[in-house]
């Protein structure tokens, strides 16, 4: 069983940043996604472990940076520029160790952190 911990999550004004963290050991992807209020569950990041590609969604790109240490088996969310639509329940997810698709869609992921309330005010 892969047990994801998070943490980093809070209050922020509109243009300020948090940095997300996410822990876990022996895996080959991990990604962000996040829950606003009466909406689905959308893609906000992801990162494969080896070759430290990334994947943004449109709606983050230039503003977020997801990254990993190596050392620490964590992966990070540095937030910028945050923005009231940005308020939401965010999770780090990760998959089976062979998948090598798409790492956009919530399919490609089986274990999923407890998530970490973002807010974001105006």
């Known amino acids: 069983q892969v047990q994801l911990v998070e943490s980093g999550g809070g209050l922020v004004q509109a243009g300020g940043s948090l940095r997300l963290s996410c822990a876990a050991s022996?895996?080959?992807?991990m990604g962000w996604f996040r829950q606003a209020p009466g909406k689905e569950r959308e893609f906000v990041a992801a990162i494969r472990w080896s070759t430290g590609s990334t994947y943004y969604a449109d709606s983050v790109k230039g503003r977020f940076t997801i990254s990993r240490d190596g050392a620490k088996n964590t992966v990070y969310l540095q937030m910028n520029s945050l923005k009231p639509e940005d308020t939401a329940v965010y999770y780090c997810a990760t998959g089976p160790t062979y998948y090598g698709g798409s790492l956009r869609g919530a399919g490609a992921y089986d274990y999923w952190g407890q998530g970490t309330q973002v807010t974001v005010s105006s």
């Open positions: 022996g895996r080959t992807f």
